[in-house]
């Protein structure tokens, strides 16, 4: 045992032995398969040298392209090519010296019975029903038709004699993607883990699975936004011919009831077998996988529907995806797998790596505001709540972010709307607050602006994207800020949203990142976007906590962080804004500085504060359960450094009803549930530091020591081994705690 100057020898605290989890302790899955565990450099390397397959090169494409010019309005060429369409028409307007009026149309050049064709036999056809045909200059016909964009592609289907879909193009990550699942798949792996961050195109990637190993996509989930892209997907390009998406919700759009399980599973099963008019085998997904469908009740349908599947030889593949708590995907793949598991991930700053052209850059804005001013903003809730003094601080600070003083923000003109959500507080304030910003805030700077609330009053998930695309479209020349309190931060696309915005007191979580990656979609012309996060926590020291923790789990230890820190500042900038009653000081995240930003961040993610709002959103109800059924005590206080507000925690973000989520535990108050996870994260929070004071491993540390614990060593690594971010917040401790004098000060002399 090791001594310390200034410190008593230590002593085994005296403890009550209260944590006995009720919950079943699964055994951590034997059978998964992940990638090499690569250096952070070694990831670098192999994304940087990766080259994309083109699967279209060589297979004949008929292409529609339209031009500004007199002599050709109303004229559409209509030509053929084995390469690039983009290739080959910008060849056609550089010789030409013609102005694309946009990108060239299309199409895989194949009829009904799969044969092919060339220009040339389309052209004839149009000759037959007596388009017009441009000469050219010699005096030989031209490609050019006198025809409508519309009526050319309508021609082309009774050419083709069926419907005809514009070809997806995957993009460079896609098709790396799309080689990892096919390797995995062609190794014999039926069961896939995909951990694919924001704006990868998972829809897409699972209906191209499917149509390479043809087999027909069963979505299941509970998140309808997501079920609505694939099905806007498909019906755009149609790459599978059947399809269908199967909500997990009971009839009233809640969990569903015992009585009401068989119907429901019946059901599903009676719509795959109705749209399975192919009789092909079947590739379930669950995306979104993070968003209730972990659920007891949801992973119980999901394996009835797949089991019934199984018996009858139809089921090929099971795949779950999400851009965050990946972990909970596997818990439902481990709910109905029968062989081994592959997991695949792509962080964004992969991505950025394999497609630099085609993603945006992301400017990362944090807000702290400071102050004792009643008449500030001094609490984003409070403040949201309050209908006047409160509306107007909020609306001082959007006006802040809307006009000149832009914090260095990127502009373009091109994509001018903004994606803003607060924490849940009732709909009623929301729809206060956008009439209030309509009333007095309409015109900023001599720019119109339209606020618009997104909430069940006025669309619904399904329909959340068409419906802002709609109030754009509606709204010419004026700049449009939608405010959500959770609808459409997930399965949302909207290219013209430029700038997402985060209101909140508590560290970022899953949702919220999310909801900040609306500002991601990428768009010809958009190399860049905004992430802002706004929050009045704070201090004289900075709050680290930002959107990026997802993708920096991976990096095991400090050089790692570090290192995977310096890679994503060459594709972002990352800037701390503390604004008091009287200063303004910004602090920008460098190549130099970033060292000592992950130090700190190393210690703020590592507070008991921070990992219990990190337990709230990412445990699972089996794991919070056990905590909240179990007879928990904390004896630590919390106080919030410079400020006199109070550090009340509000992970469940109540609504007016104040009511709360169904955790199926026993019916314990907030405030309880606070304490007991609080105790349970405090007791956790011990173990690295023991470990390493005792110069082991913490596998290694021995009963003696686990005896006098207040948590056992079975739910220890029970937790540790089902969520990425613990494992990785104590692994932080472990290694922070290598120096002697952070290891006494913050762990060792407390115990004492």
């Not at 090519?81 to 910008?90: G, I, K, L, Q």
């Not at 030889?313 to 081994?340: C, W, Y």
Request: aromatic content about 10%.
């Amino acid at each position: 045992m090791r001594k310390f100057e200034n410190s008593t020898t230590y002593v085994k605290p005296v403890v009550n032995d209260w944590f006995k989890p009720v919950a079943k302790t699964e055994p951590v899955q034997p059978n998964v398969f992940r990638k090499p565990e690569l250096t952070i450099e070694q990831r670098i390397n192999v994304l940087t040298k990766y080259e994309s397959p083109d699967p279209l090169m060589g297979v004949t494409k008929i292409y529609f392209l339209e031009v500004y010019g007199s002599e050709h309005d109303g004229y559409v060429k209509v030509g053929d090519t084995h390469r690039a369409v983009e290739e080959r028409n910008s060849e056609t307007v550089i010789n030409a010296a013609l102005i694309p009026k946009s990108p060239a149309l299309w199409y895989i050049a194949k009829k009904f019975d799969t044969s092919t064709f060339r220009d040339k036999d389309f052209h004839k056809f149009l000759e037959k029903k007596e388009y017009k045909r441009k000469l050219n200059h010699k005096g030989t016909k031209s490609e050019w038709f006198l025809i409508t964009l519309e009526d050319a592609i309508k021609e082309l289907e009774l050419f083709c004699q069926k419907p005809i879909f514009v070809s997806v193009e995957p993009r460079n990550a896609q098709n790396y993607l799309l080689e990892q699942e096919q390797k995995a798949i062609d190794s014999g792996f039926k069961y896939i883990n995909a951990d694919y961050c924001m704006r990868s195109g998972k829809t897409i990637l699972s209906l191209l699975i499917a149509k390479n190993n043809n087999w027909m996509p069963v979505y299941l989930g509970k998140n309808l936004t997501s079920q609505n892209s694939a099905d806007q997907d498909n019906n755009e390009y149609g790459i599978v011919p059947c399809m269908t998406t199967e909500s997990l919700h009971g009839p009233d759009g809640k969990e569903i009831t015992d009585a009401e399980f068989k119907t429901k599973v019946n059901k599903i099963i009676e719509n795959v077998d109705s749209e399975n008019k192919l009789n092909q085998n079947l590739a379930f997904y669950v995306d979104e996988a993070d968003d209730g469908s972990h659920t007891i009740k949801s992973c119980a349908i999901i394996k009835a529907v797949v089991d019934h599947f199984k018996k009858t030889g139809q089921f090929a593949f099971f795949k779950s995806m999400t851009g965050t708590r990946s972990h909970l995907g596997m818990k439902i793949i481990n709910k109905v797998e029968d062989g081994p598991i592959k997991e695949i991930s792509l962080a964004y700053w992969e991505m950025q790596i394999l497609q630099p052209e085609t993603t945006c850059k992301r400017r990362y804005l944090s807000l702290s505001f400071y102050t004792k001013n009643a008449s500030g903003l001094s609490n984003i809730s409070d403040a949201m709540k309050n209908k006047n003094d409160g509306h107007k601080s909020l609306a001082t600070t959007i006006v802040g972010l809307l006009g000149s003083k832009n914090f260095d923000l990127y502009e373009n003109d091109d994509f001018p709307h903004w994606f803003m959500k607060f924490a849940t507080v009732g709909k009623s304030n929301a729809k206060a607050l956008v009439r209030y910003l309509n009333k007095t805030c309409s015109t900023i700077e001599c720019v119109e602006y339209h606020f618009q609330e997104i909430n069940g009053d006025v669309t619904t998930n399904k329909e959340a994207e068409k419906f802002c695309k709609k109030v754009i479209k509606t709204n010419p020349g004026k700049k449009i800020v939608f405010i959500t309190q959770g609808m459409a931060t997930t399965s949302f696309s909207v290219v013209e949203i430029l700038n997402s915005v985060v209101f909140s007191d508590n560290p970022p979580t899953a949702d919220d990142v999310q909801a900040l990656h609306r500002a991601a979609t990428w768009g010809p012309g958009k190399d860049e976007c905004n992430m802002i996060r706004v929050t009045t926590n704070a201090s004289n020291e900075f709050d680290w906590h930002s959107p990026y923790e997802q993708e920096t789990k991976d990096a095991k230890d400090r050089d790692s962080k570090i290192r995977l820190g310096r890679q994503m500042l060459k594709q972002g900038t990352m800037i701390h804004y503390i604004i008091g009653d009287d200063f303004e000081s910004p602090y920008v995240i460098t190549e130099g500085n970033v060292e000592d930003v992950i130090d700190k961040k190393m210690k703020s993610l590592s507070t008991t504060t921070s990992m219990v709002m990190m337990a709230f959103d990412e445990f699972d109800e089996d794991l919070k359960n056990a905590i909240f059924n179990s007879d928990l005590t904390s004896n630590s206080t919390n106080k919030k450094s410079g400020t006199d507000k109070g550090d009340k925690i509000d992970p469940f973000g109540k609504g007016e009803d104040n009511t709360l989520p169904n955790t199926r535990s026993k019916e314990i108050g907030q405030t309880e549930k606070e304490k007991k996870l609080k105790a349970f994260v405090e007791a956790a929070r011990n173990v690295p530091a023991i470990a390493r004071e005792q110069e082991v491993t913490m596998q290694e540390l021995s009963s003696e020591f686990w005896g006098d614990m207040d948590i056992t060593k079975e739910f220890f690594f029970r937790v540790y081994n089902s969520s990425p971010l613990f494992k990785d917040r104590i692994d932080s401790i472990f290694n922070l705690c290598e120096d002697d004098n952070y290891l006494v000060n913050n762990y060792l002399d407390k115990l004492v």
